[in-house]
């Protein structure tokens, strides 16, 4: 199996640095629109090349975006339609339902796959169970310390209430996770989302509220930033990394 990888900040160097040592991985190919990011990766990864997507593209079965919305927009389409799987962290792109729809019609067209990974939160697979039988409200309250919005808070505020739909606008950079629990139960305009900055806490916290006919669900997790990027969660690079090796492995654990 050949990777492609866009985006060769914090989560895409983990995933690069995760995937050279998994035996199943043969050539792991780069491409970040700041060339230097690509360069420095390349230098750490033995099986690594640096090439642009049009022209890794024929050569990898799976790729990895971890780059921004905006990368999605541009390359998804093109690599859905070269047949290729994709892995997508920056799932707010996803937000309108006619690129989504899109992108689920090329899949389906070319026999591939869209991988969403959980990223920085536990619980999308009760969600996506309890669905079945019906949720009736879900909420995300995600507290984080200031550093991670990029500005000086000295008591906790809240930056945000009301639903995944306008939090995901405001927000791009900051809660991915509230577009996959959107994806995973009730849509984006039915996703109750709140977002704290509060300078007390040094973790990034996700809690995801929800009840239906399949009873309650609470869970908290306590993330530690990622060392090289404090506005994102370390969980989210160990989740897309698990995403990979799920792929990999003929074992299928969870839903």
Do not use: W
């Amino acid at each position: 199996m050949n990777l492609g990888i866009i985006g060769c900040g914090a989560i895409g160097t983990d995933v690069a640095l995760a995937a050279d040592k998994i035996e199943e991985i043969k050539k792991i190919y780069l491409f970040d629109i700041k060339s230097q990011a690509s360069k420095k990766l390349c230098k750490k990864i033995n099986k690594a090349d640096i090439k642009k997507v049009k022209d890794f593209l024929p050569l990898v079965d799976v790729v990895f975006e971890g780059a921004s919305q905006k990368a999605v927009h541009e390359y998804a389409e093109e690599i859905l339609n070269s047949g290729k799987d994709l892995i997508l962290m920056s799932v707010g792109s996803l937000i309108k339902e006619s690129f989504r729809c899109k992108l689920k019609k090329i899949a389906k067209e070319k026999n591939c796959k869209i991988y969403i990974p959980s990223g920085a939160i536990c619980g999308i697979d009760g969600i996506l169970s309890a669905g079945i039988g019906g949720v009736d409200e879900v909420t995300l309250v995600t507290t984080k310390p200031p550093e991670s919005f990029g500005k000086i808070y000295n008591t906790r505020t809240v930056l945000f209430k009301g639903i995944a739909k306008d939090a995901v606008k405001k927000f791009p950079a900051n809660i991915n996770v509230a577009a996959s629990l959107s994806l995973a139960g009730k849509g984006f305009n039915k996703t109750n989302v709140q977002i704290v900055a509060d300078p007390v806490v040094s973790r990034i916290s996700h809690k995801i509220l929800a009840h239906g006919k399949f009873g309650r669900l609470r869970v908290e997790l306590e993330n530690m930033p990622n060392p090289n990027n404090p506005g994102s969660s370390y969980m989210a690079s160990l989740s897309a990394i698990a995403t990979l090796k799920k792929i990999i492995d003929p074992i299928q654990i969870g839903v």
